[in-house]
C-alpha cells in the first residue's frame, strides 16, 4: 500500500526542476502559477504513472487508449 500523505522528496525535487525549465525557456512568467506548480504535486494525479514520466517537462502521460492502443486522450 502506498502512502499518499507523504510526499517523495524526488517528487519535490522533479517537480521544481520542471517549473525551473519552464521559466528558463519562457513558458512560465506569473509569479501565481509558478507558486501553485511548485506546490501542486502533480503525481497525484497520475498515481500509476512513474514519477520521472510524471514530471517530463514536455511530455504528456497518455492516460487512455482505444482497444488498438491508440491514445484517446492525455
Given at each position: ?41 502533480r503525481h497525484a494525479f497520475i498515481p500509476d504513472t512513474p ?24
Amino acid at each position: 500500500m502506498t502512502n499518499t500523505t507523504v510526499e517523495p522528496d524526488e517528487a519535490r525535487r522533479l517537480r521544481n526542476k520542471v517549473v525551473d525549465e519552464l521559466r528558463a525557456d519562457g513558458t512560465l512568467s506569473s509569479p501565481q502559477v509558478e507558486a501553485v506548480m511548485r506546490k501542486v504535486p502533480r503525481h497525484a494525479f497520475i498515481p500509476d504513472t512513474p514519477l520521472d514520466k510524471a514530471y517530463d517537462t514536455y511530455a504528456a502521460v497518455i492516460t487512455k487508449t482505444d482497444e488498438h492502443g491508440v491514445q484517446t486522450s492525455s
